[in-house]
């Protein structure tokens, strides 16, 4: 395996092995969790989807005034550019936005900092091991914190806001579970770590539509679902409801759609991934396949 086999970045225009990839310590990015990103999964050496993503992290700048002197054209250039060098035909790929620094130490004005542009992709990552999902995985409900309210924190914007997964992921993992989903303030199910949830009552797929990222991999199960003859709500969906499903699923650019088989102590399916999450599941790896929604790296 050569040095960039294992990840790459791109930054300043050079091509670099993702080990020596590095912001400095007065970054915004770093001081502030000051930063807007995207990431967009590359399958068998394409792009899936790769304008949606773009389209979504341009849209994180202008909402976070980040002004990296970048069009889309340049940013995807970068990134080819970047998975070319690296060799990988499955990857996950980031591209980020830094506030950067403020040339005057310990100043409180946004405005002055340079912002900049970086991307770096490693093998592709699957938020939950694909053999856990295809049996089904297993949720916990943070107890100790709710979502950050999105009039605080825009969850549209893709950010590195991460305080409240990260403690609903360390009571995962004490627990046993794979994985955490977060309530908001009014017991509605939001999201996780790196997914969107979603339940399965009757013939009827539901999924919130406020307080969350709007996923692209969200938006292909939606069409998916069409394509299935399913139909589908975008709509708060209160725990207590959650609990009446007879099925719940993630969706993630890390792994497509994935089959939830127990939240907490409640089991979904039988304890086993549920018929309508699986058919999601390989649709979703048929989908991402083909080439009307592929960008070859050529
Ligand atoms: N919600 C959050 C907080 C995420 O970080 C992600 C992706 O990383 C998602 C949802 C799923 O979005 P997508 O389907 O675009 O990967």
């Known amino acids: 395996m050569t040095d960039l086999a294992k990840g790459a970045a791109w930054m300043g225009g050079q091509i670099i092995p993702i080990d020596q990839a590095a912001i400095p310590v007065t970054d915004w990015g770093l001081t502030h969790s000051d930063i807007a990103y995207d990431v967009v999964p590359v399958w068998e050496g394409a792009f899936f989807r790769l304008d949606d993503y773009v389209a979504r992290f341009i849209a994180s700048l202008t909402a976070g005034r980040y002004d990296i002197g970048m069009d889309r ?17 499955d990857a996950y790929v980031a591209m980020v936005a830094a506030r950067g620094r403020n040339p005057v130490a310990g100043s409180r004005d946004p405005r002055d900092c340079t912002n900049h542009f970086y991307a770096w992709c490693v093998p592709y990552v699957h938020i939950v091991r694909p053999e856990a999902a295809a049996k089904g995985t297993s949720v916990w409900i943070a107890k100790s914190v709710r979502r950050i309210p999105a009039d605080s924190v825009n969850p549209r914007v893709k950010n590195y806001h991460w305080g409240d997964f990260t403690s609903g992921l360390f009571e995962a993992k004490d627990q046993g579970f794979e994985t955490t989903m977060l309530l908001d303030h009014a017991s509605n199910v939001t999201e996780g770590p790196g997914f969107n949830v979603f339940g399965v009552f ?35 969906l209160p725990l207590e409801e959650l609990w009446r499903a007879n099925e ?3 969706s993630s650019s890390g792994g497509g759609v994935i089959p939830v088989a127990r939240v907490d102590q409640h089991h979904f399916s039988n304890g086993a991934a549920g018929p309508v999450a699986t058919d999601l599941r390989q649709r979703y790896f048929d989908w991402i396949g083909q080439d009307t929604y592929r960008t070859p790296i050529t």
Do not use: N, W, Y
């Open 202 to 236: 009757g013939d009827t797929v539901v999924t919130s539509d406020h307080g969350v990222l709007h996923g692209i991999t969200r938006a292909t199960v939606l069409e998916m679902c069409a394509e299935a003859g399913l139909k589908t709500q975008t709509r708060p």
């Open 248 to 250: 719940v699923f993630l």
């Open 73 to 89: 054209g340049e940013i995807c250039g970068a990134l080819t550019a970047m998975v070319k060098a690296s060799g990988l035909r």
